[in-house]
T-cell receptor, first 115, second 116 residues
Framework: DTGVSQDPRHKITKRGQNVTFRCDPISEHNRLYWYRQTLGQGPEFLTYFQNEAQLEKSRLLSDRFSAERPKGSFSTLEIQRTEQGDSAMYLC???FGPGGQETQYFGPGTRLLVL | AQKVTQAQTEISVVEKEDVTLDCVYETRDTTYYLFWYKQPPSGELVFLIRRNSFDEQNEISGRYSWNFQKSTSSFNFTITASQVVDSAVYFCALSEKQYNFNKFYFGSGTKLNVKP
């Protein structure tokens, strides 16, 4: 069990550019979550996958944000036409279970800076 | 309204002091879970504990202990004999069942500084 991994750990981009982040969950975890964390705040839920199905995405911040989880394994989060307000830490978490209140395990995050 | 409130933004203690981090939550559900996570400067959220709403028994794990009181909607975390390595931001979280998944609500965190 190698834990949740995220890539890259840091990303600096210019306003208007597109960025994509990758998350590899703990193997065999069927549930995957994306969060955003701004300075001095707790993580804020963005979207959720159960296997390859994106079952909740209402909290994605705008239509510039999209996420995928092909084949129910790794996931990507893409931000198009980045804005300075997108600067934050993007966290991925995974869990396994029948849908109860199982523990979510978090990755190290991708820290995004939009110049 | 905030579902999870951590009123202490930052706490500083000297090593070996005991420290309690407060967490107050709000929910209408009868079944829910509460969590504490630690976030060191590296950024990764480290799971510490999970409690369900039906188990109010306090828990102790080494220097860590948790006090869950449904009557006051609180889930406080105490570190006994604090150490410098305990310095981090600590988050309390509430998990509620949505229609098809469990959604986490995090507090804004308490930054703990343990000085030698």
């Amino acid at each position: 069990d190698t834990g949740v991994s995220q890539d890259p750990r840091h990303k600096i981009t210019k306003r208007g550019q597109n960025v994509t982040f990758r998350c590899d969950p703990i193997s065999e975890h069927n549930r995957l979550y994306w969060y955003r964390q701004t300075l001095g705040q707790g993580p804020e839920f963005l979207t959720y996958f159960q296997n390859e199905a994106q079952l909740e995405k209402s909290r994605l911040l705008s239509d510039r944000f999209s996420a995928e989880r092909p084949k129910g394994s790794f996931s990507t989060l893409e931000i198009q036409r980045t804005e300075q307000g997108d600067s934050a830490m993007y966290l991925c978490a995974s869990s396994f279970g029948p849908g109860g209140q199982e523990t979510q395990y978090f990755g190290p995050g991708t820290r995004l800076l939009v110049l | 309204a905030q579902k999870v409130t951590q009123a202490q933004t930052e706490i500083s203690v000297v090593e070996k002091e005991d420290v309690t981090l407060d967490c107050v939550y709000e929910t209408r559900d009868t079944t829910y879970y509460l969590f504490w996570y630690k976030q060191p400067p590296s950024g990764e959220l480290v799971f510490l504990i999970r409690r369900n709403s039906f188990d109010e028994q306090n828990e102790i794990s080494g220097r860590y202990s948790w006090n869950f009181q449904k009557s006051t909607s609180s889930f406080n975390f105490t570190i006994t004999a604090s150490q410098v390595v305990d310095s981090a931001v600590y988050f309390c979280a509430l998990s509620e069942k949505q229609y098809n998944f469990n959604k986490f609500y995090f507090g804004s965190g308490t930054k703990l500084n343990v000085k030698p």
